[in-house]
């Protein structure tokens, strides 16, 4: 069954429907969340983030997020100019790199949000997504991505 949303475009996909553009803030419940691993023999922390297109239409929304996902998605994300400031919103949940423990913190901050409402959080998160929405739209945030990705390229032409 084909469910139709308000201010929807039609393209399947999009992040122009009322989904993405009458929300407040946005949890985007990543694909792959685990950052502490422990494999019996070792234990180590995998690599991050990994980000999708559930990350990229709040950003193209103009919308706040909570990354429900692998640890220092915020911290990377600053690495490549974005801003985080949302106000009294408890985010230290990205340092933590214990899974359960990180999704702990993240229900504690849902358990928060009772205490702002929408339009809290709105003007709360306003000129971080403003901020986020004209970066990652101009041509200097895909230079400093690409000046990111050197060093993986480098690898990656090495194994060839």
Known sequence: KKISLSNDDGVDYSYQNSAYQTAALNFTMESYHYSFMDNGTRS?????????????????????????????????????????????????FDNEEGNLTRLEQIVNLIKSLQYWSAQDLYEMT???TRHNHELVTSQKFWDVCEQSNTHAYKILKGLA
């Not at 990229?56 to 990354?67: D, H, N, Q, T, V």
């Not at 600053?78 to 985080?84: E, H, N, T, V």
């Open 126 to 128: 306003l000129e971080s």
């Open 44 to 92: 180590y922390v995998e690599p991050g983030p990994f980000l999708t297109e559930k990350t990229w239409k709040c950003l193209l929304s103009r919308k706040a997020f909570i990354p429900v996902g692998q640890m220092h998605t915020y911290k990377w994300l600053r690495q490549l100019g974005l801003k985080f400031d949302y106000g009294e919103l408890d985010l230290d």
